[in-house]
């Protein structure tokens, strides 16, 4: 391990005891890359932990410049995350004028409930999660409020406002269908808490459901490049703050749903990673559950690799997607999903060859499985012609599949589209 990731995870604990200490003093005397270590703590969203840390520490041993920059950063994080936090109450204003239950989750509820103030953690963004019924009058109420649609998906929407600094992430569910959720809004909403954030009392998720987002969010994001260290500090905090935790039935209410191996998996990557503790019936379930430690290292690997983490070797990445998922159907769906998108949903050729005017493009939801129908169809019937001709006799044809009758040989416009946002 490099001594800039260990500084970092020694410097990214929730506790620091006297031997993290002295290790972290140890570090900081050897001859390593600050502007290395500066660079993968802002990509982690651990800058402000690490600032914390080497002032509490051994602010001495730090160069007087990477503490003016770790200082610079806190107080315009501190600036924004006020700003941000102020935009949020003024949306839930909003939505309850409207009756619109919102549960906020993540970014300003997530720093300061686990944190302890608002310049505690890195966040960029806003997310409200809505009762699915409600959604489509979110959606209205956010647009004729000075925000505009930048992204659409089947379980979000972002919006941007007029200044172009507030983004929200609309939630009807917090994964796409493809994914298992152990978190629906009902549930969540009656488990709600509530916090002051700026002298207003807000709702938020319950301890136990802020562990089920947070080890549904780890998961997603492992194999993408926007898996985080910030993501599982945050485990790290809430374990910390709620010694009390039932984390046994928090993997009974996951088990429920098809996430108890999510909530293992980012469980035991917190103890890898940071070395927060667990209680021994846990750590058993971790020993129990041979899939989890190939998982862990998947994750550590992903998080410090020095290679870009989008040209991760795909098949990893589907593998440990597949390997994550303990149900079948949680584990076939988003191969199903896939298909039926390739087969149902009208592509860029489907329109060139058969152009129709805007009022009429639903039409191509039903020209497009007659088109691959035909194609297809012809493909075969030239595979099974091929196959009959006579070795004496009509030498000249020439089958529509190509050179040997190979079907890769085939470019196929539509198997290049990109499949629909994957988690």
Known sequence: MRPEVELLLCCSGTSIDAVRAERIRTLLRTDFNWTSLLKTADRHGV?????????????????????????????????????????????LTLFEAHNIPALPYKGPLLTATLYGNLAGRDFADLDLLVHEPDYERAQGLLSTSGYRLM????????????????????????????????????????????????????????????????????????????????????????????????LTEVLRQASGLGGERMVLFSLSLTHSLLGTPLPHE??????????????????????????????????????????????????????????????????????QLVPLPQHLSFLYYGIRPIRLVCKYGLLLCGRR???????????????????????????????????????
């Open 151 to 246: 992204n659409a998906f089947e379980w979000e929407s972002t919006y941007l406002n007029g200044t172009g600094r507030v983004t929200v992430d609309l939630h009807r569910r917090m994964t796409s269908r493809e994914f298992p959720s152990p978190l629906q809004f009902e549930q969540a909403w009656e488990r709600r808490q509530h916090t002051v954030l700026l002298g207003t009392q807000v709702p938020t998720l319950s301890a136990e459901d802020t562990l089920l987002m947070l080890a549904v969010q780890i998961t997603k994001d492992a194999g993408a490049p926007y898996l985080q260290l910030s993501r599982i500090c945050d485990i790290a905090q809430l374990l910390s703050g709620h010694p009390d935790l039932d």
């Open 47 to 91: 800058l402000p932990l690490l600032n914390r840390t080497l002032r509490t520490i051994s602010s001495i041993d730090v160069p007087q410049a990477i503490l003016e920059q770790l200082q610079h950063h806190s107080r315009a994080n501190a600036a924004r995350n006020l700003f941000l936090t102020d935009e949020l109450l003024k949306l």
């Open 282 to 351: 846990i750590l058993g379930e971790v020993r129990a559950n041979p899939t989890i430690e190939g998982l862990v290292e998947f994750a550590r690997q992903q998080l410090f690799d020095d290679r870009d983490a989008s040209a991760r070797d795909q098949h990893s990445i589907d593998q440990f997607r597949w390997l994550v998922r303990e149900r079948l159907r949680d584990k076939l769906l988003p191969y199903y999903l896939r298909y039926m998108y390739d087969v149902l949903v009208p592509c860029s050729l489907d329109r």
């Open 385 to 423: 012609l091929e196959r009959n001709v006579p070795e004496d006799g009509f030498t000249s044809y020439k089958s529509p599949l190509g050179r040997n009758g190979n079907l890769g040989e085939i470019v196929d416009p539509e198997t290049s589209r990109k499949p629909p946002h994957a988690p």
